[in-house]
């Protein structure tokens, strides 16, 4: 899951862009983020980003930019682990991935990439 979530980050940001994921246990759940300072979701796809074979952009194809899966598969491996996956725009611009999955333990943690 989310190595699709990040695969997907990286492909839409800028070479000189950022790409971060976050993470924290708490209260038996993994929370998540990956945060990415690309071009962020248009508003009329944010409800449809989900949908297998989904691409927002008109131009894309399966030879520019995948085939419309990883976030459909993301969301349903987040789902088949008790979890939830959802989709935003950051205020600042670029796109945020956020959800949680059932977990033990407490720590935290981030990493940029």
Do not use: K
């Not at 997907?8 to 945060?35: K, M, S, Y």
């Not at 297998?52 to 008109?58: D, N, Q």
């Not at 976030?71 to 088949?80: G, N, S, T, V």
């Not at 682990?81 to 033990?104: D, K, M």
């Amino acid at each position: 899951m989310l190595e699709n979530l990040l695969d997907n980050a990286i492909r839409h940001t800028p070479h000189d862009g950022v790409v971060d994921l976050r993470w924290q246990l708490e209260c038996g759940r993994l929370r998540f983020h990956v945060l990415d300072t690309g071009s962020g979701i248009a508003p009329e796809d944010l409800p449809h980003v989900f949908l297998p074979m989904y691409r927002g952009e008109p131009s894309r194809s399966r030879a520019t930019g995948g085939a419309g899966l990883g976030l459909a598969i993301a969301q349903r491996i987040a789902q088949a682990h008790g979890g939830h996956l959802s989709a935003a725009n950051r205020p600042g611009g670029g796109a945020e991935l956020s959800g949680w999955l059932a977990v033990a333990g407490e720590t935290i943690g981030s990493i940029a990439v």
